[in-house]
DNA sequence: ACCAGCGGGACATCCCGTTTGT
DNA sequence: ACAAACGGGATGTCCCGCTGGT
């Protein structure tokens, strides 16, 4: 095979975070193809050699940051899952995941909208992604309760929905405050029964 | 001038409905104004004698929309706020809503990814509608209360966040979990403390 | 209506010499509609407003075309079919016909291959244009003959063929024998039974 | 050299014949490199191994069809000039070599229009061709006449023109009556004198 | 107010020739 | 000989704002 393995997946991880860069801050149909090579230094010429469409892309980079949302957020051995889902929330619904400084910015939320009005593939993409989200958080939340686990759909829910919104508004004061009440109102679904 | 006050209006109101419903479906970008214009049936000719851009329609649309979903949603003088709020949150949790069939679909859920990424007018506009209906919840929710009012920004949010999820899913059987769970859980956000 | 439809058809006119002129030329595929559009002296955004494809250009540049070489060769009312017979082979089996030096390009001959692998909407206007072809000559032929009418189809082939195969020939000796020998032998068979 | 020179031979044939039949059913330029490889079972990148441009290509799979087309209607020695002539006419003017489902179209009908707008090397290999159809149609036709040798040039157009027009016409009954009159038309011409 | 011709920008996709590698 | 990444050209189609015209 020509090109190194190595090489070639270095260039397709490029051109995937290139990608979700540039459709979480313009949208799908506002990002161009050539936008998005650029960004992973290079051409258009060599897309195609490693997608099949915008839309393929769109679905394998939309799978691929939520690997790495997902792997950002894992808990590491010696952390109590308590305490390991405080700072999973803090780092969630922190002001700098909103701005995208934060080096994982989850899919789900950044894209909910967008994926809405894309075809099926890419919906069964976000599904799964979101029940992955949901069973991590349901599995942190559940560790220490000895009632029955219950259902934290909303409560994942409710995580996407703050940082969706939150990024939409343009007030940082309704901004704070809406992170805030978050906050505290995901400690009562989770912990309370 | 031969067009009377009241033409133009509804040439208006057609407009702004047939925008909407394309801007939810297809999003911003990959909606033209031929077709928004088709959609009320004119010629894009007509197009400017209402609207300035397509961006500015999009503002507009969101407003007039929000307004329409508000009004909906507002209570009648003869029935409790409590009783209110129920009928208020079936509606909005429902599968109807998803699909549209609902008279008055929610810009704050159908738009939230979309109004991110665009410019600051339009996310002023955002930002009074999810206030307008976070206070309208607030209202609705604090009115039997004897405690101090409480913030229900998360709530809302996780309206909102449930119904702009739902959507993106592609299993059914998991919308309808997750639209019961939030059910359940908005109770005890609203009514406990 | 905005602007007169005698401007309207002048356009249209236009772009449909300008398009015929360059799929005979270079055929369909090689003729962007920015060099047709440059042939009729407008840009591309115009293009639309007047065709709805490239296709459907090419089928409508097809029937304009055949109508022109039709009235091209349509019999004045003072000459002997006989007599204008001869006329009409002379024109068509004429050098100046092949290249395009003659006003009316015959499509028939121009665009049989094209044609063939062209959709159906087209394929069916070049039936039409064979037939009404085939029919004037037949008339031309038959006129004088006191003996049954005779299928002239192949007589009317051997026409398109010779001039689509000299338009391919490279030796111009060779070119000059086929249309002599054309000229004989389409004499033998409209004239003989 | 890893590659033996017969595998090389059969690899350049199966390219010749992948690409003849796509430029017969799809024209010079809507035919693409990786489509004809990929009728060979190769990829672009044996190409140019074998052929230095498209165009180049082109013309040898002219030649390269001509070729097998000329054999196919090679009279076999025991077979008289007469006989073999209707045989090889029933076979030019049938039904099954206009859908391809004759072993070997001829390049001189399939491709005569495109030829027309190649460049000049491909025009003298179509040349060549024709002048091989005419000699041998020349030579079955004037084997038994005690006259002298005529020029069977323009019936050789005719018998090219009736199948090029045919493969555009579509009307299976006029298609039926074209071939039929060609039949009878192209007797005249070769047997009268 | 509304219609439709027109100019010109943009872009997904395709395509071809070269390069890198086996 | 063959495979596939890559650069960069081309084009049909769409889209939007302007303008002539009713």
Chains 1, 2, 3, 4 share one sequence.
């Not at 990002?31 to 258009?44: E, H």
């Not at 691929?64 to 619904?93: D, F």
């Not at 560790?143 to 343009?170: E, F, Q, Y």
Request: proline letters at 3%.
């Amino acid at each position: 095979m020509p090109y190194t393995e190595e090489h070639i997946q270095q260039t397709r991880t490029a051109i995937l975070e290139s990608a979700f860069n540039l459709f979480t801050q313009k949208g799908f149909e506002a990002t161009s193809i050539d936008q998005i090579m650029q960004g992973a230094d290079m051409t258009r010429g060599a897309f195609y050699a490693h997608f099949s469409s915008k839309s393929d892309l769109y679905r394998q980079a939309l799978i691929h940051s939520a690997k790495k949302t997902q792997a950002k957020y894992h808990k590491p051995e010696k952390v109590s899952e308590q305490s390991w889902l405080k700072v999973l929330l803090r780092g969630y619904l922190h002001k700098d995941h909103l701005n995208q400084k934060n080096s994982a910015p989850c899919p789900l939320a950044f894209l909910v909208t967008d994926v809405a009005i894309r075809e099926d593939t890419v919906r069964e993409a976000y599904t799964d992604a979101y029940r992955s989200m949901n069973n991590m958080i349901s599995n942190y939340a559940n560790s220490n309760s000895n009632t029955k686990p219950k259902s934290t759909l909303a409560a994942t829910a409710m995580l996407i929905g703050t940082v969706a919104v939150a990024r939409a508004l343009d007030d940082e004061q309704l901004t704070h405050e809406l992170l805030e009440s978050c906050r505290s109102e995901i400690k009562n679904i989770l912990e309370n029964n």
